[in-house]
């Protein structure tokens, strides 16, 4: 049996990761979380999840050949302490619902959350936010 899960937190780093699925939690969604991105795959696989907040930059599988492997992905929100080069964009832009640069408000990422799958602070949420 597939669970649903509101946001699947995808980050390298242990504090982060947490800390982005507490602030989630607060704020009432149900949060998965992936320490990279072959467990996030995992995730994607045995769990029907509403968004995705993915880190880029991580070991092994990263966020970009998660994007890569993923034919229609829930909505993505990037977070990342680095941009998109130019072919990276063109090759994930599509698949990509808004992008965070690291550090981030924790505000921005509830509204992007609320505007991807709608919940608490999705009245507030701009609607398809590119890089901020």
């Known amino acids: 049996m597939v669970d649903d899960v509101d946001v699947l937190v995808v980050d390298d780093h242990e504090a982060i ?3 982005v699925a507490e602030l989630l939690r607060t704020a009432g969604y149900s949060v998965a979380e992936a320490e990279n991105g072959q467990a996030a795959l995992d995730v994607l696989h045995a769990h029907k999840v ?3 907040v993915l880190d880029l930059r991580m070991p092994g599988v990263d966020g ?4 890569e492997s993923l034919n229609e992905p829930p909505p993505v929100i990037i977070t990342s302490a680095f941009s998109l080069d130019l072919d990276e964009q063109q090759r994930v832009d599509a698949k ?3 992008q965070l640069v690291k550090p ?3 505000r921005r990422l ?3 959350v609320a505007s991807a799958i709608g919940g ?3 009245e507030d949420a701009g609607a398809g936010a590119r890089p901020e």
């Open 120 to 122: 608490p602070g999705a």
């Open 96 to 98: 990509i619902f808004v």
């Open 64 to 67: 970009l050949k998660v994007l």
């Open 17 to 19: 990761r947490t800390s």
């Open 110 to 112: 509830i509204e992007a």
């Open 104 to 106: 981030f408000h924790p």
């Open 50 to 52: 509403g968004a995705m």
